[in-house]
């Protein structure tokens, strides 16, 4: 129903305010596998300098469900590259006792454990997390690590 609200919606992501961004994203993920043909543009938001906003559009990935495989090579970089700019939330104050790489990782993990790769593609970069700091992420990983696959992806762990 909403097929119709995609273009104009593709169009939101590239305003100059992060809240505008934030919300087409957020109603992009909720027209679902529709919203496939926007996926260029949320992958281009993974490397904005707002966390809140890579987060938003990895939120969109995970609901769209298919098309990520264009996000892949920069959701693979979101997994493994610290961004210091995350360091500050929307009004200029520091961030939380939480890194905010923490929710961007936990939720590209998400993103990619709800699309259409499979989990065999992308091994290496889940095994790399159980390594990450944060519980969360390593808990995560280790879901996608043991989803039903091949043998030889489940003698990596």
């Known amino acids: 129903m909403g097929e119709v609200a995609v273009e104009p919606l593709r169009e939101l992501l590239k305003h100059d305010d992060a809240w505008i961004k934030i919300n087409a994203a957020f109603a992009l993920g909720e027209i679902g596998p529709p919203a496939a043909c926007a996926m260029p543009e949320l992958t281009q938001l993974l490397s904005y300098e707002l966390s809140h906003v890579a987060r938003a559009s990895l939120d969109a990935m995970t609901c769209i469900g298919t098309n990520i495989r264009v996000a892949l090579p920069d959701i693979r970089k979101l997994l493994t590259v610290e961004n210091p700019a995350w360091h500050k939330r929307a009004d200029g104050k520091p961030s939380g006792r939480r890194s905010p790489e923490t929710g961007v990782r936990f939720n590209a993990l998400y993103a990619l454990l709800h699309s259409d790769i499979p989990m065999d593609d992308v091994d290496d970069v889940l095994v790399s997390c159980l390594?990450?700091?944060?519980?969360?992420?390593?808990?995560?990983?280790?879901?996608?690590?043991?989803?039903?696959?091949?043998?030889?992806?489940?003698?990596?762990?």
């Open 131 to 157: 390594d990450d700091v944060e519980g969360y992420v390593q808990a995560l990983a280790l879901e996608a690590l043991t989803q039903e696959r091949s043998g030889e992806a489940l003698s990596l762990i």
